[in-house]
């Protein structure tokens, strides 16, 4: 049972993981990708907002199917790689410095938060966050997110599913990651890694750490959207697919601002 507190992430949260972020989540970032940009083409959405766009997955996937799309983050190194990986593709695509719970960067007909970001907030954080969204969408913009799915972790022991084992090879360099989590009543998912990194026939390097989630029931995230300016339209599986209480491990959800 988890019982490390829950703190928002600051800053520095991805520092360690941002220069081997894309070889571990690039692949599994199609699923989401596909089922976002298809949520925004049955809405007629054409500008985009993404306020944690990390190295930048979600933004170029929609900037090659046609939308106008900037990039923002608070963390430093991933924004560098993004705005790295732009230079290489010759794409002139913005990216900006900011805080998902305070950063303005205009009107957008969407604004977008994906690979579980809104759980490195608190609650109350995440309701700040959700009211300067808010305040970065064109009148009846959309806001879509996802998050694991806390009646599926608290389900017949579902959290034991998350377990993974991932290796990877950059050039001469592996780097391999187990990770296995917890999770309490309150939805504080607790995940504990312990990464291996080596070069050749070197010793391999072994770093542990651990980090935590706030996750939610969909019930309470309609709550939260519907008290702080939203009306939900929708929720799906990360694939598109019906969303299921106790069957889908994360929900993605999709949100109207309204006045």
Same mark, same amino acid.
């Given at each position: !049972? ?6 928002? =992430? ?6 360690? $993981? *941002?220069?081997?972020?894309? *070889? ?19 809405? @007629? ?8 766009? @990390? ?21 430093? /190194?991933?924004?560098?790689? =993004? ?10 695509? /913005?990216?900006?410095?900011?805080? &998902?719970?305070? &950063? ?12 579980? *970001? ?5 609650? *109350?954080?995440?309701? &700040? ?10 009148? $009846?913009?959309?806001y879509i997110f996802d998050i694991f799915n806390l009646s599926y972790l608290l389900h017949e022991n579902n959290i034991t599913k998350l377990t993974i084992d991932w290796q ?53 995230? $309609? /709550? ?15 694939? @598109? ?11 993605? !959800?999709v949100a109207r601002s309204v006045v």
């Amino acid at each position: !049972m988890t019982t490390t507190p829950h703190t928002s =992430a600051d800053m520095s949260h991805y520092n360690g $993981e *941002a220069e081997h972020y894309d *070889a571990f989540n690039e692949e599994n970032s199609r699923v989401i990708n596909t089922t976002v940009e298809s949520i925004l083409k049955e809405h @007629g959405v054409h500008t985009v907002l993404d306020l944690t766009c @990390g190295t930048g997955s979600q933004v170029f996937w929609l900037a090659e199917h046609g939308y106008d799309v900037v990039g923002s983050d608070f963390n430093q /190194k991933m924004l560098e790689i =993004a705005r790295q990986k732009a230079r290489a593709a010759g794409l002139d695509i /913005k990216f900006v410095e900011g805080d &998902m719970r305070s &950063m303005q960067v205009g009107h957008f007909d969407a604004v977008i938060t994906i690979f579980n *970001a809104v759980g490195h907030l608190t609650k *109350a954080d995440f309701e &700040m966050a959700m009211r300067n969204v808010h305040s970065n969408l064109n009148p $009846e913009g959309l806001y879509i997110f996802d998050i694991f799915n806390l009646s599926y972790l608290l389900h017949e022991n579902n959290i034991t599913k998350l377990t993974i084992d991932w290796q990877k090879s950059a050039g001469n360099t592996t780097m391999r990651e187990i990770q296995y989590s917890t999770i309490d009543e309150e939805g504080i998912l607790e995940s504990i890694t312990t990464s291996y990194q080596w070069t050749g026939s070197e010793k391999p390097s072994i770093t542990t750490h651990s980090q935590t989630l706030q996750v939610y029931t969909t019930e309470q995230l $309609e /709550k939260m959207l519907e008290q702080n300016g939203f009306a939900v339209l929708s929720k799906c599986d990360l694939d @598109g697919s019906t969303f299921a209480e106790t069957e889908s491990a994360s929900l993605v !959800m999709v949100a109207r601002s309204v006045v």
